[in-house]
């Protein structure tokens, strides 16, 4: 602003400027107009102690005289002298200094400043002190780191300030050392007393700066100078981000086992996110996504660029890692990775064998799927056979930890009752397919009650087709492993056919929940047989069903007829006996 007064003279007062210059150079010739770079400035218009100071450009081996004098209005306010051109008094060889006069109007008072050198030349400038009104200097600059990111900028405004009378407008200027790019915080409002203070946020931590201010009238144009600048550093603070981490490669991994290696690569992290002198190390977080159980790894840091960890014996489910870099004020926000799951449902449970241990006591032993490992669980369940016979509703559950392929189940077992019991085997893929059934009785007895269902008929001349069901499941007691078929021929009434020994044939089976299917061969043709069936466990045998007949099927004769005679032959007949 102040070269906006530079070299301006009222075309009316021009005479008596020239008049001034003539008197003082009669002796030495003629004075030229030239641009010295004249400027003044007040502190503030009304402060009694605030002067209005003048500045020009020296030239080497050149002396200048200052003059200025106030407006004609100020007449009969101030001495006449003032209103006539004075010295100013010089501060130094470019400066000099205009004394506050009371007398004067602040604001409306024009005041004229006159500036020639020993060469010959001059300039001349009028101002009225409002606009030329450029602040002192913020005095008394204090700055306190007050976190990572935060400092607290302190300041006195100068005596002539007058605040709150008159307010002002201050901009903070801070330069960082780490990218040297210069930044302001402006649009401060100063309106109260000292002492000022103002925040500055968004900073880069663990960093350098220059901060210096300036300020102006609220309603003025010109700024102040900038204060001396003062060096502050912020805070240290956790990094700035985690590490940039490669692709994670599976280096290892076993289905059979259900593990497998993960390597994990990253780059060091760039020092200037450390946000701290040192970095401490890196930190692993692993957290199983289906449980949520998770391990941590510490790697400290050391000089080298590239970083290599494996994360060994990992399951195949799926995992969200997360790699942070970390110095003694915490860690950074994390990288995160995902590692996808690669796990599948498993196979049947082999070889499930139920027995007896005492009257309370049941073992169950396994032996684990032949083609999916990594069995983290095995689910047993059982239920009572007559109550759901394909153990497929509500029933007993327990867990078993993948790693046993036995186990002792203890529960209220009813003497005589069918149990069914089935094992799934699980993953982190989750649970695989059913075993099939396997049946214990708590306690077994022989069957209260024989098979059901019997059915004979013929299948050929010597044999017979007999066909029955096991006795209910309530009434078993036990498990069926036996079957035995009694059978014999009826006698008739007529007494054609004799009765015969009983003959027994005992049937083996596996499954006593199946029907069973027999052929009796050896048979008599076209003969009735009795046939009765019992069931056996290990206990003993059951009740013989009730008699149940077949007849076997017609057969050719075995031999042909004897003693053929021939008798009363005539013309017409023959008559044959045999």
């Not at 600059?141 to 935060?150: N, Y």
């Not at 994670?248 to 450390?274: C, F, I, Q």
Request: hydrophobic fraction near 35%.
């Amino acid at each position: 602003m102040g070269s906006l007064w530079r070299s301006r003279v009222v075309p009316a007062l021009l005479p008596m400027v020239l008049f001034l210059l003539v008197g003082l150079s009669s002796a030495q010739g003629r004075f030229d107009l030239a641009d010295l770079g004249l400027e003044c400035s007040v502190c503030n218009e009304a402060h009694t102690e605030s002067g209005i100071t003048c500045t020009w450009r020296g030239q080497p081996e050149e002396s200048y005289r200052a003059w200025f004098k106030i407006t004609k209005n100020a007449q009969g306010r101030c001495p006449p002298e003032l209103t006539e051109w004075q010295p100013c008094n010089a501060t130094s060889e470019n400066s000099c200094r205009i004394p506050f006069h009371k007398c004067s109007d602040p604001y409306h008072d024009t005041y004229y400043v006159l500036v020639n050198s020993t060469s010959m030349l001059y300039q001349t400038i009028n101002f009225a002190k409002p606009d030329i009104v450029k602040p002192d200097p913020p005095e008394n600059l204090r700055i306190e780191a007050v976190g990572s990111t935060d400092l607290t900028v302190g300041w006195d405004m100068p005596r002539c300030a007058e605040v709150p009378y008159t307010t002002y407008v201050c901009a903070i200027q801070y330069k960082s050392l780490r990218d040297n790019r210069t930044r302001e915080k402006d649009q401060i409002m100063v309106e109260q007393p000292n002492p000022q203070s103002e925040k500055i946020g968004s900073l880069v931590p663990n960093t350098r700066y220059l901060v210096r201010l300036q300020c102006r009238q609220t309603i003025g144009e010109l700024w102040s100078e900038y204060s001396p600048y003062l060096e502050v550093k912020t805070r240290e603070s956790a990094p700035a981000s985690g590490p940039v981490v490669r692709t994670p490669e599976n280096s290892w991994e076993d289905y059979r086992l259900g593990l497998r290696n993960v390597t994990l690569r990253w780059e060091a992290l760039d020092p200037n996110k450390w946000n701290a002198e040192a970095l401490g190390g890196y930190l692993i977080n692993v957290t199983d996504k289906r449980t949520e159980e998770s391990v941590n790894f510490d790697i400290t840091a050391s000089s080298q660029n590239l970083y290599t960890f494996t994360l060994a014996n990992l399951k195949l489910s799926g995992y969200r890692v997360e790699v942070f870099s970390y110095n003694t004020e915490g860690l950074s926000p994390p990288t995160v990775l995902q590692l996808q799951d690669i796990s599948a449902r498993p196979d049947q449970p082999q070889n499930v064998i139920a027995s007896l241990n005492s009257d309370t006591d049941i073992l169950l032993s396994w032996q684990p799927p032949s083609a999916i490992g990594g069995i983290e669980e095995y689910f047993v369940s059982w239920c009572t056979v007559e109550n759901d016979h394909q153990c497929a509703g509500e029933g007993n559950e327990t867990r078993v930890p993948g790693t046993q392929l036995s186990v002792t189940l203890r529960d209220n077992w009813v003497p005589y009752v069918r149990y069914g019991f089935v094992m799934v085997a699980s993953t982190s893929a989750g649970r695989g397919e059913p075993s099939s059934t396997v049946y214990l009785y708590s306690v077994e007895g022989a069957p209260s009650s024989p098979p059901q269902n019997v059915m004979v008929q013929a299948e050929t001349a010597t044999s017979l087709l007999v066909e029955w069901n096991a006795p209910p499941v309530q009434d078993r007691r036990g498990v069926i492993t036996t079957y035995r078929v009694y059978y014999y021929v009826t006698p008739s009434v007529s007494g054609q056919q004799m009765a015969t020994a009983e003959q027994i044939m005992a049937v083996n089976i596996t499954d006593d929940s199946q029907p069973v299917l027999l052929s009796l061969s050896e048979l008599e043709p076209f003969t009735s047989y009795t046939v009765t069936v019992s069931a056996v466990t290990t206990q003993g045998e059951g009740n013989r069903t009730e008699a149940t007949w077949g007849r076997t099927s017609q057969a050719a004769p075995s031999d042909p007829p004897t003693n053929i005679q021939i008798s009363d032959v005539t013309v017409n007949t023959v008559a044959l006996s045999w």
